[in-house]
């Protein structure tokens, strides 16, 4: 028989910043969801990564005085790094920058030309570059605030060529009408809907103000141009399985399921479909919106340093802990918090007491009354109801799983164990040992092993490594055969001696992490001081040097460079551009000395060539330039 196929992805997570909470947990459902198929016997492909061009990351590997290039793989390796720790199932990281995915990037773009849908025209309009979008007049917020992150937008007029976007309308809110969970939560696809409703506008794809981005096919001959990142970023889920090179997995198109923050729900229910509509591609069968996360009732943000760092979270809580109250905490599609109190509570209640309990129950019965033997003959006999009352539970989980509701999924799994919990309350087996009902004490202590069994199969996904531990104490082991045996068909655990093992969920007694935790804001607050600590030989690997300015000007179309000629006292003046057009004018640069590392290989920025870094200083009040307490001669060394 042919194996079904599932294709689950994650956004690709751009390389702008590190990683945090929000991105554990979209990626954390989605492995659980790959794990779950697996689980299944499907066929499965998980597929994470990163996205790494546009505007912001060139704006922000600048700011750092790295090449958009450099900073890129830096970045993308610490997510990479984490996925890998907390044991992330995926069987492909793409990075946008990786040559197979340029090249399928470029095939579609060719691709949706021949057949109609792009053309060449001039783009004028608002553009929000932390959000790598556009927005007409209508939409922005006190005429230049960006809707969706309240931050400046900036009016960019330039050539451009446009998806037909508009063309895609009528079939567009046709695919939602037909299939109804194609959009999940419920709520957010009547909000896409009404979007669509509204009237769709052609979509720039391309620009010219800068060049960190995928150029045109050369087919086309237009090396102005470098594709709209959005563009460039939604094809990953084709040029990963292979799109426009070697098709192959192109067999798990399409996706089964697309995990998303609601923040780029739009882009993946709108122009997605629509891109994938004009290549003739079929469409995904689940786009799924999860809300957002705050901490302790707060928007995270890095000046406020109240940004949960998902690896020390884990690494005090336990990863394991950590993904099943993700999970459990906030119902789909709805803004959950984050706070240590609601995750301690979790562990204690939900893992140690119902969960764990249970095990250490069984474990402690038998060995009293039957050696650690454990022996399903007669479950069936004396316990169908119990049997048949889970079997309800665990169907309703599942349907919930597949409608993403994983809150409802584990409500469901939990209401089983209390099941579980329950018979042992009211059949006292210790009363029926002493009045001669061994059989059926025995058969009661059986049926919770049963019970225990079948929840820790479908909790296997959310909670792989502690299932394992629990089904070897129950001596079976979690795979697609117990799930078809014990889920599937009804058959119960073979009689067994139960395996003594340490209490799986040890009480949490206090926080266990300082409030608020370190601020992610300055990356290297996140390593160790002693892996922080360089040689003063490291330390003179970098030539400081003073510099003079003999012209600053403002970099068109930036808000944020001036472009400046540095004497370092060298044959002739350096060209250093440099963020600070949001702090200093042009004019009060002029003649004012500064620092300069010096031996920095050039970076290109927004086309232009950079040939150092100057020093600043920034925090909430602004940003300094470092200069000399005295005026010095230009090129002096500093150190
Ligand atoms: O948008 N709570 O990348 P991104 C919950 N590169 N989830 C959060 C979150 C929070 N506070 N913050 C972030 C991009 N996320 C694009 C995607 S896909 C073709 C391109 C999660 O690094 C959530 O899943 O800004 C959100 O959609 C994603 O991170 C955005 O990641």
């Known amino acids: ?150 931050k400046e937008t900036r009016i960019v007029k330039e050539e451009s060529y446009f998806f037909r976007l508009s063309n895609y309308q009528e079939k567009l809110l046709q695919w939602y009408n037909d299939d109804e969970k194609c959009v999940l939560p419920k709520g957010k696809k009547s909000e896409v809907i009404s979007f669509v409703k509204q009237g769709l506008r052609d979509l720039s794809i391309t620009r010219t103000s800068f060049d960190w981005g995928i150029k045109l096919p050369s087919e086309m001959n237009d090396d102005k141009h470098v ?135 069984i474990i402690g019965m038998s060995g009293k009354y039957n050696d650690f033997k454990i022996s399903s003959t007669n479950v069936k006999k004396y316990h169908q109801k119990e049997l048949e009352r889970v079997m309800e539970h665990i169907k309703t989980a599942e349907i919930n799983l597949n409608d993403m509701q994983t809150n409802r999924f584990l409500e469901e799994l939990w209401k089983a164990l209390t099941i579980a919990n329950q018979s042992i309350t009211l059949y006292e087996p210790w009363v029926k040992m002493k009045e001669g009902e061994s059989e059926f004490a025995l058969a009661t202590v059986a049926v919770v092993a049963n019970i225990l069994a079948r929840v820790s199969i479908l909790l296997h996904p959310v909670m792989p490594k502690t299932t394992q531990k629990i089904a070897k104490a129950l001596n079976f082991e979690i795979s697609n055969d117990s799930y078809n045996n014990f889920i599937q068909n009804d058959k119960i655990l073979n009689d067994f001696i139960i395996e003594k093992v340490p209490p799986l969920f040890p009480k949490v007694e206090a926080e266990l992490l300082s409030t608020p935790q370190p601020s992610l804001k300055e990356e290297k607050t996140e390593d160790k001081v002693e892996d922080s600590l360089i040689t003063i030989d490291q330390f003179f690997e970098t030539k400081l040097k003073i510099g003079t300015i003999l012209e600053a000007v403002e970099v068109p179309k930036s808000k944020k460079l001036l472009k400046l000629q540095v004497d370092l006292g060298e044959e002739k003046p350096r060209q250093i551009v440099a963020g600070i057009k949001e702090f200093y004018t042009p004019q009060s640069l002029l003649q004012t000395q500064i620092c300069v590392v010096a031996n920095l290989k050039p970076a290109k920025i927004m086309g232009l060539v950079s040939e150092g870094m100057l020093l600043a200083a920034k925090d909430e009040n602004g940003l300094s330039l470092m200069r000399p307490e005295k005026t010095k001669i230009s090129g002096s060394s500093v150190g």
């Open 1 to 150: 028989m042919k194996k079904e196929k599932a294709f689950v992805t994650t956004p690709i997570y751009y390389v702008n910043d590190i990683p945090h909470i929000g991105h554990a947990y979209t990626t954390i459902i989605a492995d659980t969801m790959a794990r779950y198929y697996r689980l299944k016997g499907y066929d499965t492909f998980f597929l994470t990564g990163t996205d790494e061009h546009g505007q912001k990351i060139e704006e922000a590997a600048l700011s750092r005085g790295r090449t958009p290039q450099e900073y890129a793989d830096e970045i993308s390796g610490k997510f990479r790094a984490l996925w890998d720790e907390f044991d992330i199932s995926y069987d492909k990281f793409i990075r946008t920058t990786d040559a197979k995915h340029k090249a399928g990037v470029q095939k579609a773009f060719k691709n949706m030309f021949d057949s109609g849908d792009i053309y060449k025209g001039e783009y004028e309009g608002h553009y929000c570059v932390s959000c790598e979008t556009f927005f007409t007049d209508t939409q922005l917020i006190d005429e230049n605030l960006c809707p969706d992150c309240g």
């Open 227 to 361: 594709m709209y990142v959005w563009l460039d970023a939604l094809l990953n889920y084709i040029t990963a399985l292979g799109y426009g090179n070697d098709e192959k997995n192109m067999k798990y198109w399409p996706a089964t399921l697309q995990l998303v923050g609601k923040d780029i729900l739009r882009f993946h229910a709108i122009y997605w479909p629509a891109f994938l509509l004009s290549l003739g591609l079929p469409l995904p069968k689940h786009i799924a919106a999860h809300g957002w996360w705050t901490r302790n009732g707060e928007k995270m943000s890095k000046s406020k340093g109240n940004v949960v760092n998902p690896k020390e979270v884990a690494d005090a809580y336990g990863l394991e802990n950590f993904r099943y109250f993700m999970l459990r905490e906030v119902p789909f599609g709805q803004d959950g918090d984050f706070s240590q109190k609601a995750l301690i509570d979790r562990i204690n209640s939900d893992l140690s007491n119902e969960l764990g309990n249970l095990l250490n129950r």
